[in-house]
């Protein structure tokens, strides 16, 4: 299915990808998807001072690691090339020089101290404190007076001072009054174009048809849609798009999740372990509902069900406990098999195997995952559940020890030493039989010791598991390594 839905996705390359900006990206992609529209991704880096390289690409292997292909956009391109707002500065000096030249904007020499002094003025007199006219109707000499000054000027649209009334896909019908809409600059005085001039442009020229963004950028939608009256009228734009804002997400206190808060940093959850298909299930559950309470869902799910209607305008809180317990969901979802490949590069992090794993640490970890799938919340917890299996330095807390412990493993390894099936029931049994029967120890007192010995640990995978992936010349030298420990306390 095709059509001519066309959204995009636009950041800026400035820090690192929070997940505020990846839920607006894959609202706009699941939207393409389940229209069968075109998905364009689209970098806005004419803030030279603050956009850098490095985050350029983190924002191309963010959307790869997410799995949100794009239609257009970098590395693919597309008909509407270039997908980079610093390739396209000849692009928007021609359309400046057309508003211009159709009485669509003026220069403003006012200088910061001046635009603050009138600014405070109009906060006095309870008028709005946008800006007031002042450079609205210079004459040529009144400007040529300035520039002789050495006064630079930005270049403002001349706003038309009606009201704007529009229905929004998600809000429904949005009213802005003439005045809380003021003149606006498209273009600093260094010439370098501003966000409210490339980006109603960039979305005319590559014939956006729906603009879904965040919520705080309501305001802005009077001026482009000002903006795309001029742009149709000088033969830049063939429509205008329509336009839907996301709801808000939240944080502690009621507060808008900002790029300061931990949680919303996309780096973090990669490098805790965060499956990208758990956290894009949490992230569209932020102001959207697939219904019928379904809340566990792959994205090729959501972008089936999809539609805008669906989407709540009210504010959406981010729960990083919830976004965890899907991503725990999330891993017990998935095979064992792909699970431990997504666990290797945690244990080459921790030290705990080699870089390319050798053939036996595959063959542990893939013993090793079944026992742990279930109690895995994050892929970096995995590790510490796992050491022992990959290291013989076992040092156990002297914490772990009881007063039974060194008679409980010399116990051990009477029983297990001459035990000719090393396998799991039989580990069980030899141990219930010799520790909870002989000795009459509780299981919890007779195994805690054993587990301690094996692992170095109170809370470990099945102890006889272990035992049996660990092996018996293993699991007996830890054992008596465990005694001598004892006998020299």
Request: a negative charge.
């Given at each position: 299915m095709t059509?001519?839905?066309?959204?995009?996705?636009?950041?800026?390359?400035?820090?690192?990808?929070?997940v505020g900006m990846i839920r607006t990206a894959l609202f706009n992609w699941a939207y393409a998807r389940h229209t069968g529209g075109t998905?364009?991704?689209?970098?806005?880096?004419?803030?030279?001072?603050?956009?850098?390289?490095?985050?350029?690409?983190?924002?191309?292997?963010?959307?790869?690691?997410?799995?949100?292909?794009?239609?257009?956009?970098?590395?693919?391109?597309?008909?509407?090339?270039?997908y980079r707002q610093s390739e396209r500065t000849a692009i928007y000096r021609d359309v400046v020089s057309k508003l211009e030249s159709s009485g669509y904007t003026y220069p403003c020499f006012c200088t910061t101290e001046e635009l603050d002094a009138r600014r405070e003025i109009a906060m006095q007199e309870k008028r709005p404190p946008g800006y007031d006219g002042h450079c609205r109707n210079l004459t040529i000499e009144e400007q040529e007076k300035f520039r002789a000054e050495g006064r630079e000027a930005v270049i403002r649209f001349r706003m038309p001072g009606t009201d704007f009334t529009w229905n929004d896909l998600i809000r429904g019908e949005v009213t802005f009054k003439a005045e809380h809409v003021p003149d606006f600059v498209l273009v600093r005085a260094n010439g370098e174009p501003l966000y409210t001039l490339v980006n109603p442009v960039d979305d005319a020229l590559m014939r956006?048809?729906?603009?879904?963004r965040g919520e705080d950028l309501l305001s802005s939608t009077p001026r482009q849609l000002a903006l795309f009256q001029a742009l149709q009228h000088i033969g830049v734009a063939q429509f205008t798009p329509e336009y839907g804002h996301l709801p808000y997400v939240m944080g502690e206190g009621n507060k808008k999740l900002s790029k300061r808060d931990p949680e919303s940093s996309l780096a973090m959850y990669r490098d805790q372990g965060y499956l990208p298909e758990a956290l894009l299930n949490y992230l569209a559950l932020l102001g959207w509902s697939m219904g019928n309470d379904?809340?566990?869902?792959?994205?090729?799910?959501?972008?089936?069900?999809?539609?805008?209607?669906?989407?709540n305008p009210n504010p959406a809180r981010f729960d990083l406990k919830k976004c965890t317990a899907i991503n725990g969901d999330w891993i017990r979802f998935i095979s064992p098999t792909l699970l431990a490949e997504l666990i290797v590069p945690f244990l080459v992090r921790a030290g705990l195997i080699s870089e390319v794993p050798t053939e036996r640490e595959f063959e542990v970890l893939n013993q090793a995952v079944p026992l742990i799938q279930e109690r895995l919340d994050t892929l970096s917890s995995a590790p510490e559940l796992l050491a022992f299996l990959f290291t013989d330095s076992i040092s156990p807390d002297r914490s772990l020890w009881t007063d039974e412990s060194r008679s409980v493993l010399e116990r051990s390894i009477e029983i297990l030493k001459p035990l000719q099936d090393w396998s799991t029931d039989a580990i069980h049994t030899a141990l219930r039989?010799?520790?909870?029967?002989?000795?009459?120890?509780?299981?919890?007192?007779?195994?805690?010791?054993?587990?301690?010995?094996?692992?170095?640990?109170?809370?470990s995978p099945p102890l006889f598991e272990s035992m049996e992936i660990l092996g018996q010349d293993s699991c007996l030298e830890r054992l008596r390594r465990s005694v001598e420990s004892l006998q020299g306390s």
């Open positions: 059509s001519d839905i066309r959204v995009r996705f636009c950041p800026s390359p400035t820090g690192n990808p929070h998905f364009v991704f689209r970098i806005e880096d004419t803030d030279s001072a603050r956009d850098s390289q490095e985050s350029y690409q983190a924002l191309l292997d963010s959307m790869r690691w997410l799995g949100m292909t794009w239609d257009e956009g970098p590395e693919v391109g597309g008909p509407f090339g270039p956006i048809s729906h603009v879904l379904v809340e566990f869902f792959s994205p090729t799910q959501m972008a089936e069900a999809f539609t805008l209607e669906r989407v039989v010799a520790l909870v029967e002989e000795l009459q120890l509780k299981p919890k007192l007779a195994f805690g010791s054993v587990r301690a010995a094996i692992t170095g640990q109170k809370i």
